[in-house]
């Protein structure tokens, strides 16, 4: 009976141990496939995440197009005094040069005294006397490295400093130059001296800041008779608008696809972006110069693309106006149509004054 009864414990407990078993085997498969689930969720939010940036990135830019105009209209216009220059002279700064090392401590190198037995029977009279000549000798030699580490230090102190005060004195003198010589173009300006009058407009379309991509290429030619700037500017090419209006996740691909823009939206976008550019351009130069020096800026613009018909760099003119002074005060330029717009002043232009 007694083997019977132990046979049926160990059976027992052998059950008890294989459902323990399997328990395990099934929460570690859970485990699994709960593991498994969160990559996945996270995989997809990942996607669906990239997804939304790209799309708001090129959003963005849209909206950055939208704005070219717009955003410069509560900007201060150029003026001479702003294109005049300070010296840029941070200060002096010598990183670790400036810090003398400490110089060796003589109780870092001294011998100990003797003690105990040593001591009471006088020992350490001929020893103590060699260890203390060695101690010197090796303090000695510390101080020597270390007054030779100063002697270094200082000196590439002082290079550092005769090198920053070169520099200084470089560029306060380039400052100096650049701003006598904006001075110089200044009262040429107020002279009524037709290169200084171009070279100052020329200045204010350079220091215009569009988004990247946007060509930085125009020429300017004032007519003092007839205070009339003449102003040839190429505008940004069709490129510039993205194609791309969004991007969408497609799970049964796990891919990133973007969603074209019709050719059709990006045509008048860009219509839209010529003018804005336009109107921004005359804008910005109405603002910088005065009414008894310019009256008047006949506007052409240009892209550079290539010809679809020959596969050869051409120059096609979009834009070709007139624009009067006072017609173009009396636009609310925050309010208008831009393509309206230019159609308006094309129409309101004035015959050109004879010479």
């Not at 010809?307 to 173009?328: K, Y």
Request: with cysteine.
């Amino acid at each position: 009976m007694a083997r019977s009864g132990s046979l049926a414990a160990w059976e027992q407990r052998l059950a008890t141990q294989r459902r323990e078993d399997d328990r395990q085997v099934r929460h570690k498969r859970q485990a699994e496939r709960d593991a498994e689930r969160i990559r996945q969720q996270e995989h997809l939010a990942s996607r669906q995440q990239e997804a939304e940036e790209k799309t708001a990135e090129a959003q963005a830019l849209m909206t950055a197009l939208g704005e070219v105009l717009t955003s410069v209209l509560p900007l201060r216009p150029l003026t001479f005094e702003r294109l005049l220059a300070a010296p840029k002279t941070p200060g002096f700064d010598p990183g670790p040069l400036t810090a003398a090392r400490p110089a060796p401590a003589w109780k870092d190198y001294a011998p100990a005294p003797a003690t105990g037995l040593s001591r009471l029977l006088g020992g350490g009279g001929r020893q103590a006397r060699q260890a203390a000549e060695e101690a010197r000798t090796r303090y000695d030699a510390a101080v020597a490295e270390h007054q030779r580490q100063e002697a270094g230090r200082r000196q590439e102190l002082a290079a550092a400093k005769a090198t920053y005060d070169r520099k200084v004195t470089e560029e306060r003198a380039n400052t100096a130059a650049r701003n006598a010589y904006v001075t110089g173009r200044q009262t040429a300006f107020a002279a009524r001296d037709p290169e200084a009058v171009q070279w100052f407009a020329g200045c204010v379309l350079r220091a215009s800041r569009y988004p990247d991509g946007f060509p930085r290429d125009y020429r300017v030619t004032y007519a003092p008779q007839t205070r009339c700037l003449e102003v040839d500017l190429q505008l940004p090419a069709r490129e510039v608008v993205p194609a791309v209006r969004a991007y969408r996740y497609v799970k049964t691909r796990d891919a990133v696809d973007p969603v074209p823009r019709a050719e059709s939206e990006i045509g008048q976008a860009h219509e839209r972006l010529v003018a804005n550019v336009a109107l921004r351009a005359l804008h910005e130069l109405f603002a910088a110069l005065p009414a008894d020096l310019v009256q008047a800026v006949e506007l052409t613009g240009w892209v550079a693309t290539t010809g679809r018909a020959t596969g050869t760099p051409v120059r096609p003119r979009l834009i070709d106006l007139r624009a009067d002074r006072d017609t173009f005060a009396a636009l609310v330029l925050d309010a208008v149509d831009p393509i309206a717009c230019l159609s308006h002043l094309t129409a309101q232009a004035p015959p050109p004054i004879p010479a």
